[in-house]
């Protein structure tokens, strides 16, 4: 099909895939981007969040022309229990400044937007092309790959596997294990739609500005998961994602769970009376920093959610993904311009640059946390926000008891979920898996 | 907890997606079984498309048209070959319209 060969080709067109494509064809690079979309981010979901800074890494002038939804300047956090939350709101006019920090999007508008730059730039982009199968030399070295369209393999100096969470290929050829159940969350999601002046009013904005609500609690039945509630121009993002262990263990249907998240009392009114227009399902890799795979090799590098180079605690994927196809892209032309070949010891380089940014620093700081929500997902889940939520009753509600017997309560409660020891115990956990 | 029955059927919500079927090439197949592990058998639930149901014969069967591509049961069911997953070809399956 195709005879030439390239200096790259990149699998997927999603965030990696895009920033790396663009990185390398914008510095003269020879590349192919295959897709199996329709379009670029027809097979892809987000909630979603995208991180300005990362992004203008890559392209400076992006917010004249990206389809950006909102500017966000609110975000909430809500402790849910069955009828109430408790939140924390916080919101910022600075956050109205010349360069806004945050903006929702919709992927796929957004990916079409990022993979067109890329094509600006001279990188060539097959969409509807599956890559099935990695081609490798008779050292190992992978040389090329096979696609499920007709023609024979298509061969490049490195290729850059930026296949997502659910990637197929670098599985198949054993340079990254399949993601366990308990390193991926699964998430659904839908899109309400709903005229923008009524978004604004519920959500006490202007015209352009966005709010984004995270919310944990019984709302994932003891799950480690989280819900999500995110404003775009003219529809409202709203979705639910837990741990595949969990889900497995505890056989919950995640179209149910979403659906009893949109019925919450809090949640409902935000939506009624919208228009739903799609129902989407995707992997979040949520394995941490331990669950990194090797991210190069002879002839290849591995970038984004395929790396599970994804910052669940702060939900962030997206800029991580961005920021390892960039810093591929980087490494990839300096081995070129170098004329030295794309082997494993000179692609460390890319590892080596990872390890210095913001990416492999943050998922490093985290490296325990994972696990902590996993085996205190009853805790930190179910109790912690029952006994939040009753403590916040206490305070707030007048019933003619004496003060003193409704602190007293709230301790008590506390000290008969936990124990003493046990709050100390989770306190102590918490802080060392966040420091 | 089970939330059976009071919600909005998953197939009612699958209608609003986009798809392009590739009729009669199923990315995902279930191995020929006797009885299902109890992995394949939680998909029945775990399935955000509900795809996977059991038969009266007490088997497990799938229905991939509405798959959505997550993979949950690949990362359940692939390694123990309960079932092998593969893409659709390029251009089908789930097209998200937003995403
Ligand atoms: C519900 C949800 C909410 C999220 N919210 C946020 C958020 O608010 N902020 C944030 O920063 N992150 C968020 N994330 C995470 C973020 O979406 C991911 O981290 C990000 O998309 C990863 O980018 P990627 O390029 O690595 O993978 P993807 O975006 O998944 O791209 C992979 C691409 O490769 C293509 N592909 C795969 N295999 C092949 C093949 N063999 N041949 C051809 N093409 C192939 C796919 O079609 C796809 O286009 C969220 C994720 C989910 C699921
Ligand atoms: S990939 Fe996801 S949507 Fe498709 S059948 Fe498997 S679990 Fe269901």
Redesign the interface.
Same mark, same amino acid.
């Given at each position: 099909m195709i005879d030439e060969k390239f200096d790259a080709i990149v699998i997927g067109a999603g965030m990696a895939g895009n920033a790396a494509a663009y990185t390398m064809a914008s510095r003269g690079l020879k590349v192919l981007q295959l897709e $199996?979309? #329709?379009y670029p981010? %027809?097979? /892809?979901?987000?909630g979603g969040i995208l991180y300005a800074d990362m992004l203008e890494k890559i392209i400076p002038e992006f917010r004249n022309e990206a389809p950006l939804e909102r500017r966000l300047i609110e975000q909430r956090f809500w402790f849910m229990t069955d009828k109430a939350h408790t939140g924390m709101h916080y919101r910022n006019e600075d956050f109205n400044e010349e360069k806004p920090n945050r903006y929702t999007i919709? $992927?796929?508008?957004f990916?079409r937007w990022f993979a067109r730059q890329a094509q600006e730039k001279g990188a060539i982009l097959l969409?509807? =092309?599956?890559a099935i199968e990695l081609i490798q030399d008779a050292y190992g070295k992978v040389v090329g790959v096979r =696609?499920?369209?007709s023609g024979g393999p298509i061969h490049a100096d490195v290729v850059v596997l930026a296949e997502g969470? /659910?990637g197929?290929l670098g599985a198949r050829s054993d340079l990254r294990p $399949? &993601? =366990? !159940?308990q390193q991926?969350a699964?998430a659904?999601k839908?899109?309400h739609f709903l005229p923008p002046e009524v978004i604004e009013a519920r959500f006490n904005l202007k015209s352009d500005e966005g709010a984004v609500i995270e919310a944990a609690g019984t709302i994932s039945?003891g799950m480690t998961g989280m819900g999500f509630i995110y404003t775009n121009k003219e %529809?409202i993002s709203v979705g639910i994602g837990c741990l595949?262990s969990d889900?497995?263990e /505890? #056989?919950? %249907? &995640?179209?149910?769970?979403l659906? !009893?998240f949109k019925?919450h009392p809090s949640v409902a009114p935000l939506i009624a009376g919208s228009e739903?227009?799609?129902? !989407? !399902?995707?992997?979040i890799p949520e394995g941490g920093y331990k669950a990194i795979p090797q991210l190069f090799g002879n002839g290849w590098v591995i970038c984004g959610d395929a790396g599970q180079l994804n910052n669940a605690i702060h939900r962030e994927g997206s800029n991580l993904a961005m920021t390892s196809g960039r810093i591929a892209g980087e490494a990839i032309f300096q081995v070129k311009s170098r004329r030295e070949p794309m082997n494993a010891d000179n692609l460390a380089l890319y590892k080596k640059m990872l390890d210095e940014s913001f990416v492999l620093k943050d998922l490093k700081k985290y490296k325990d946390m994972p696990e902590l929500l996993h085996t205190q997902a009853q805790n930190l889940f179910l109790t912690y926000p029952q006994l939040v939520s009753k403590a916040m009753e206490n305070f707030v509600r007048v019933d003619g008891k004496p003060k003193i017997e409704k602190e007293k309560d709230t301790v008590t409660r506390f000290r008969k979920a936990r124990g003493t020891f046990g709050l100390i115990g989770d306190a102590f956990r918490l802080a060392r898996a966040w420091r | 907890m089970s939330l059976e029955g009071q919600f909005q059927k998953v197939e009612e919500k699958l209608f609003q997606n986009r798809y392009m079927v590739d009729s009669g090439q199923p990315h995902i197949r279930i191995t020929p079984h006797d009885k299902p592990s109890k992995n394949l058998l939680a998909m029945t639930h775990l399935c955000p498309a509900g795809c996977y149901s059991v038969a009266e014969s007490g088997q497990v069967e799938l229905t991939a048209d509405g798959c959505l591509e997550c993979g949950t049961c690949r990362v359940l069911c692939e390694e123990s070959g309960d079932i092998t997953w593969n893409y659709p070809r390029g251009g089908y399956g789930i097209l998200f319209k937003f995403g």
């Open positions: $199996r979309g #329709e981010g %027809s097979k /892809n979901v987000q919709i $992927r796929s508008q990916d969409c509807e =092309t599956t =696609t499920d369209r969470v /659910n197929l $399949r &993601p =366990t !159940a991926v699964l659904v839908e899109m039945n %529809s595949v889900f497995a /505890n #056989e919950t %249907s &995640p179209s149910e769970l659906e !009893a019925k739903v227009k799609e129902y !989407a !399902a995707h992997l | -």
